[in-house]
């Protein structure tokens, strides 16, 4: 099978730590250049041995099959709608775009030029999910009643940011910046993914802290009723030194709870807790490489005709409108407070 000649459309840290790390490992993909804003990660690019381009349209110009895109939000369904215009298959950094409506349009143009679109919802491989599923699926807290998924850290994580392009992006809504396109599109996939039902309604706030960094929100909460009563729940805090748990489910006979550091703990009625497996703290972030990876993998299995992908467009789009639904029912309580 000859190799996937993958073009990089932004090449921040992300890229560097977390893509290339993986693609150098992966025959199935050549990278046969980089586009870049920044004439600094341009350079860098071309020290890493890469073609690199000013100008998106060179990208595509290129030989190229497939294009990663690895920008800031604001700009993913514009680079992704024109790859795709281009005959060009498509790789998204999460998330694919910034609303429902924008993913819906890649949809439209991927099937009008048969191309194939995945994106990086790489935490759907974390262990942590992993012992959530395989908890309820052995049915040992009974009829699950309610799942709460947090998140908690200290920052939105702006200082990851390359300093020659904007650092504070993720701070900024103009960009595709705050707690709910960063974290909220890992959390709404998890949740979404355990297929306890359908949602029926939601409800939101979304804040701003005082503390002067950005216009983007760093608190997000929302409960997802399901229609068969189950409680679905949410929590974003970006300004948090808290080891918050990131799991709680509960059933009808015990309750799991995951805390940050990876540490799993089953508690049934009447009975001590019982440890679970878990991750260790050092090893708990790169479990993305993981999930990366078998979207890499997935990817190229569907262009060889061999398999399917590990993230479809389609479920991205679902977590799209879970995250529009949870924007206007914030709005919609800003609006009723007096």
């Not at 099937?111 to 491989?125: A, D, G, L, P, S």
């Not at 080891?243 to 015990?254: H, L, N, Y």
């Not at 550091?261 to 050092?282: H, T």
């Not at 993230?311 to 007096?338: N, Q, W």
Request: hydrophobic share 40%; proline share 5%; glycine share 10%.
């Amino acid at each position: 099978m000859r190799s996937i000649r993958l073009g990089i459309a932004g090449f921040g840290r992300i890229v560097e730590l977390t893509h290339l790390p993986l693609l150098k490992k992966m025959p199935e993909f050549d990278i046969c250049g980089v586009y870049d804003l920044t004439p600094q990660r341009r350079a860098l690019a071309q020290r890493r041995g890469f073609a690199a381009w000013e100008h998106l349209s060179e990208l595509l110009d290129s030989d190229a099959d497939a294009v990663l895109i690895a920008t800031p939000p604001h700009s993913h369904c514009a680079i992704a709608a024109e790859a795709l215009r281009r005959g060009k298959h498509a790789l998204i950094e999460k998330p694919v775009a910034v609303c429902a409506e924008e993913a819906f349009l890649l949809q439209q143009l991927a099937q009008e030029n048969n191309r194939i679109v995945t994106v990086f919802h790489n935490r759907r491989f974390d262990s942590d999910l992993k012992i959530v599923e395989e908890t309820i699926q052995s049915g040992m807290l009974g009829p699950i009643q309610f799942v709460e998924r947090r998140f908690h850290q200290f920052g939105s994580g702006s200082s990851f940011g390359v300093q020659s392009f904007r650092p504070s992006w993720r701070d900024e809504i103009s960009y595709g910046g705050g707690a709910l396109l960063d974290w909220g599109v890992h959390l709404i996939d998890q949740l979404l993914h355990l297929k306890l039902g359908k949602l029926s309604n939601v409800h939101a706030m979304m804040h701003r802290l005082p503390w002067s960094k950005g216009d983007a929100e760093d608190y997000v909460a929302a409960s997802l009723p399901l229609d068969n009563g189950i409680l679905l729940s949410l929590h974003i805090h970006f300004a948090s030194h808290a080891a918050d748990p990131q799991w709680i489910v509960g059933g009808e006979r015990g309750t799991l709870q995951i805390k940050s550091g990876g540490e799993a703990v089953m508690q049934l009625e009447g009975r001590p807790p019982i440890p679970l497996g878990g991750q260790s703290p050092g090893k708990a972030y790169r479990g993305d490489l993981e999930g990366v990876g078998n979207i890499y993998a997935s990817f190229a299995e569907k262009l060889a005709g061999e398999g399917e992908l590990a993230v479809t467009l389609e479920e991205a789009i679902e977590g799209m409108i879970v995250i529009d639904e949870i924007r206007a029912a914030a709005c919609s309580r800003e609006l009723r407070t007096p």
